[in-house]
């Protein structure tokens, strides 16, 4: 292991000063290579907060459609009858459960997890980690939040008359959540529970790659931040060959085996592109949760989140809604949801993606989605409490509260868990030069963003943070590729990932 490590610092040692950055116009330049997206904040990247409806896509769609399901007509058709018939039973259970089908752990219990939250988890896809941080020292993070907020007033936010959702990524409370031991290595507990059915894939569980996201501090009787259903990771991309075709994720729903779609395999989702219109806010990093840190005590109606637990369910539902038209479109009929009234319609002119358009994210309705019971199965997280860390499914179907009902503001830090991967390793190179400059994170709305901020953390007090793991998520620090244990996979991605960040040529 000595020897490994010895060959990559030898290598990486000619260029640049050991433990830092590198300084390299090469490394600059990757860093640098994506065009920035338009300046917007969080509203910009759902249809329905910036006020636009949902509607038949271009005509292109249709033929998407078609391609995608050739050959498998019949298969889809049976296996839509299936999938709702195993709705029915599935969405009645977890309409029963409400808050109780969110599967929960405390923090020192992840090293030796019970068999009964594995498979919950397993199941539902969401969590809640309990004591991930100490309280006092969240609490001590929101006020230097506030502290940071008010030394810089011309900070965008939404809405802008209220502010609720803040674009900052590089606030120094944020960036010691982020490089936290604890948190990492309750993102590390979470990542195990993918799997690849390539034993040499390029991805490492075992490295978490920090993704710099916004933070939300919402006031009591806040309604603008009313974000109904939807899931992040691209929309259109999910039935595009050009997008998450490239990793055939969703081929065993394609061809009418739904209940084989195994949603924790990784290797699939390496070559995809979740992120083909550049839409503002439109994520092109491989998260294999959203997350968020709790920095308040909330509870359901207090402004929180919602998720709908049905994780194989709702996304085989969802993907193929778009192939089905009811021949009784009055929902009010008693056979509305039955599937003898919803056949399958490839026809030249269906090219709707129900709740997709181009450049935003994937949204839900109940109009839209009937047999998802969205107004029954959207349910409120359990009630959190200031260092408790929230985890969901990439494609877990998720909401705010429409109306912040409570009497404390609902404040929470997003966090996703993501692996290192080759393309995460080169979002890292564009992040770190964002951090660098002070401007927002490269999915984000471009523009000086925190650029001429009071307070801003640079990589010296980064540093003091944490020496290791958070140096190192965040593309400061070289990865180590002698780590003992390292499959080849891993072993090969981490010097990829070293070499993409320029600490070897």
Not at 406 to 420: A, N
Request: contains cysteine; proline residues 6%.
């Amino acid at each position: 292991m000595a020897k490994a490590i010895s060959t990559t610092r030898t290598l990486w040692r000619a260029g640049c000063r050991r433990g830092l950055v590198p300084r390299s116009g090469s490394a600059r330049s990757l860093a640098t290579a994506i065009t920035e997206k338009r300046e917007g904040d969080i509203s910009d990247a759902f249809a329905s907060l910036s006020g636009k409806g949902f509607f038949p896509l271009e005509s292109r769609f249709a033929a998407v459609k078609q391609q995608l399901v050739a050959g498998h007509e019949d298969a889809l058709q049976t296996s839509w009858t299936r999938l709702l018939e195993s709705l029915q039973e599935e969405t009645a259970l977890i309409a029963e459960q409400g808050s109780r089908a969110v599967p929960e752990i405390d923090y020192h219990d992840i090293t030796n997890s019970s068999a009964d939250f594995r498979a919950a988890h397993r199941k539902r896809g969401v969590a809640v980690i309990r004591n991930v941080i100490p309280d006092d020292q969240v609490l001590a993070m929101k006020d230097e939040l506030r502290a940071y907020i008010a030394a810089n007033p011309h900070t965008k936010a939404f809405p802008p008359e209220n502010p609720q959702v803040f674009e900052l990524y590089w606030s120094p409370a944020q960036i010691k959540a982020r490089s936290h031991p604890n948190l990492l290595k309750a993102q590390q507990f979470l990542m195990k529970f993918w799997h690849s059915k390539d034993p040499n894939a390029l991805v490492s569980t075992r490295h978490p790659a920090i993704y710099a996201d916004r933070l939300r501090m919402r006031l009591p009787g806040d309604a603008r931040f009313a974000l109904g259903p939807h899931v992040d990771g691209g929309s259109c991309e999910r039935w595009e060959e050009t997008g998450y075709g490239r990793g055939k994720v969703y081929a065993a729903i394609w061809r009418g085996d739904w209940e084989s779609y195994d949603p924790w395999e990784s290797s699939c989702r390496l070559p995809v592109v979740s992120d083909l219109y550049s839409g503002v806010g439109a994520c092109s990093m491989f998260r294999m949760f959203q997350g968020w840190l709790s920095m308040s005590t909330t509870g359901p109606y207090q402004g929180t989140l919602l998720v709908n637990p049905l994780l194989r369910h709702s996304t085989a539902y969802f993907l193929l809604r778009p192939f089905f038209t009811p021949r009784n479109a009055d929902s009010t009929s008693s056979d509305y949801l039955a599937a003898s009234n919803w056949p399958l319609d490839l026809s030249s002119d269906n090219s709707w993606l129900h709740g997709a358009s181009q450049g935003h994210g994937q949204e839900l309705r109940p109009e839209l989605h009937p047999h998802l019971k969205l107004d029954e199965t959207m349910i409120h997280m359990p009630e959190v409490h200031p260092g408790d860390y929230v985890s969901w499914h990439c494609d877990t179907i998720h909401a705010v509260d429409k109306i912040h009902s409570g009497s404390l503001d609902s404040s929470v830090m997003y966090i996703p868990t993501c692996p290192l991967t080759v393309s995460n390793a080169e979002y890292l190179a564009r992040q770190r030069r964002a951090f660098l400059d002070g401007t927002p994170s490269p999915d984000f709305g471009g523009g000086v963003g925190e650029s001429k901020h009071v307070g801003r953390m640079g990589m010296e007090h980064v540093k003091k943070v944490d020496e290791g793991p958070g140096m190192r998520g965040l593309g400061l620090l070289e990865f180590d590729d002698g780590e003992e244990g390292l499959s080849d996979g891993e072993r090969e991605v981490v010097a990829r990932a070293n070499k993409i960040l320029g600490f070897y040529s």
